[in-house]
């Protein structure tokens, strides 16, 4: 079974520092991984995806994320954080699940605070 | 489009009490999913549906039940809800997508259901 970890619970960034978030996954074939934002009280807005190809990902909101597959991470990253990056992160991987559909497992996520 | 709504926003409950949380999506997905969020756990699995028809237990499925009433709605019912039961409930939907591996899922805006 696939699972994710993020090992960071809680982040705090000055207002224009860069970020980096990280997430490894353990999944047994060519994993398919996700990037998700909650805002507060909100559902989740996807922020990037990797398929297959380049390991490197381009995002909404000038996030971008780069997968190693030799060290199971797909790590999410920002040159310069606004405030209102100011969220929770949750890394997922997907997998082929009964029937062919497909479910994510998600990982405990990333709190994101802002500091001016 | 309105994407994934859900109903209600809000709702308590005493221990015993039975609801249904509604799920719609006017994406054409043929998937769909129901995901309890705690804090510290992320979001977890609680059931999910392939296509209509067809629904399959996730990680948590233990005092849930849902039904996949047409290819818009999936519903969630408590038949007797639990203070265990206490939580942030979102719904998601995902499209087709490319043959094999699994697809990005879209987010309802969550139901926070209190039992007491």
């Known amino acids: 079974a696939q699972s994710v970890t993020q090992p960071d619970i809680h982040i705090t960034v000055s207002e224009g520092a860069s970020l980096e978030l990280r997430c490894n996954y353990s999944y047994g074939a060519t994993p398919y991984l996700f990037w998700y934002v909650q805002s507060p009280g909100q559902g989740l807005q996807l922020l990037l995806k990797y398929f297959s190809g380049d390991t490197l990902v381009q995002g909404i909101k000038g996030f971008e994320a780069e997968f190693k597959r030799s060290q199971s991470s797909f790590n999410l990253r920002k040159p310069s954080v606004h405030w209102s990056d100011a969220a929770e992160y949750f890394c997922?991987?997907?997998?082929?699940?009964?029937?062919?559909?497909?479910?994510?497992?998600f990982g405990t996520g990333t709190r994101l605070t802002i500091i001016p | 489009n309105a994407g994934v709504t859900q109903t209600p926003k809000f709702q308590v409950l005493k221990t015993g009490q039975s609801m249904t949380l509604q799920c719609a999506q006017d994406?054409?997905?043929?998937?769909m999913y129901w995901y309890r969020q705690d804090p510290g756990m992320g979001l977890r699995l609680i059931y999910y549906?392939?296509?209509?028809?067809?629904?399959d237990k996730g990680e948590v499925p233990n005092g849930y039940n849902v039904s996949r009433l047409n290819k818009r709605e999936f519903s969630l019912r408590l038949e007797s809800a639990a203070p265990s039961q206490t939580s942030v409930y979102f719904c998601a939907s995902s499209p087709p997508g490319l043959a094999g591996g699994p697809k990005e899922q879209y987010f309802g805006p969550g139901t926070r259901l209190t039992v007491t």
């Open positions: 994406m054409n997905h043929n998937s």
């Open positions: 549906s392939a296509s209509e028809g067809t629904t």
């Open positions: 997922a991987v997907g997998a082929l699940a009964n029937f062919g559909n497909e479910k994510l497992t």
